[in-house]
């Protein structure tokens, strides 16, 4: 993996993580030794991002990424579509979340930033144990979708909403 490539994945992890990463496992999940994250962190610091370091791990505390909300519509058979063009223009799936007239939002983090992250996705999708969020909403639901610039977020935007999947917000 290219350091900038996992610099990324990195961000994302303490991004999409509610507690604090240890150094150990950021090592183990991204297969680097602890000085090659200690170096990263502190790249990723210079570039923007706030990560604190506390006696527990790493956390998040603020990105310089952006982040924009897409109401979509779509199949089930176009998820793949849908995750593969937001993936492929520098976008993370952070979220998925619907709007039920009696439950109110309901969500989940899905933290979807690489190829592989969607063919996790989909195989769990596929095994039959549970089913897309947005079939309670006859298909109808939102990402919230977080780039390294707003020109990625238009090009997104623009992608969905030429493939026929984004609806206006009313």
Do not use: C, W
């Not at 297969?31 to 923007?48: C, E, M, N, P, T």
């Not at 706030?50 to 990105?63: D, F, K, L, Q, R």
């Not at 199949?75 to 979340?97: A, C, Q, R, S, Y």
């Not at 089913?131 to 977080?146: A, D, P």
Request: proline share 2%; hydrophobic share 40%; no cysteine.
């Amino acid at each position: 993996m290219r350091s900038d490539d996992r610099r990324k994945k990195l961000a994302e992890i303490l991004l999409s993580s509610a507690q604090p990463v240890s150094g150990s496992e950021l090592s183990e999940r991204l297969g680097v030794s602890r000085q090659i994250i200690v170096s990263d962190i502190s790249k990723l610091r210079l570039a923007g991002f706030e990560i604190i370091s506390t006696h527990t791990g790493y956390v998040m505390a603020s990105s310089p990424y952006k982040e924009r909300v897409f109401k979509v519509l779509h199949t089930g058979t176009d998820t793949v579509i849908e995750l593969t063009g937001i993936v492929k223009l520098g976008g993370t799936v952070v979220d998925v979340f619907v709007r039920h007239k009696i439950y109110g939002k309901i969500s989940a983090p899905l933290n979807i930033f690489s190829l592989d992250g969607i063919e996790q996705f989909l195989e769990g999708i596929k095994s039959g144990k549970s089913t897309e969020l947005m079939h309670i909403t006859s298909g109808y639901h939102y990402h919230t979708v977080r780039a390294e610039t707003e020109a990625q977020l238009d090009a997104i935007g623009d992608f969905l909403k030429q493939k026929g999947f984004a609806v206006p917000e009313t």
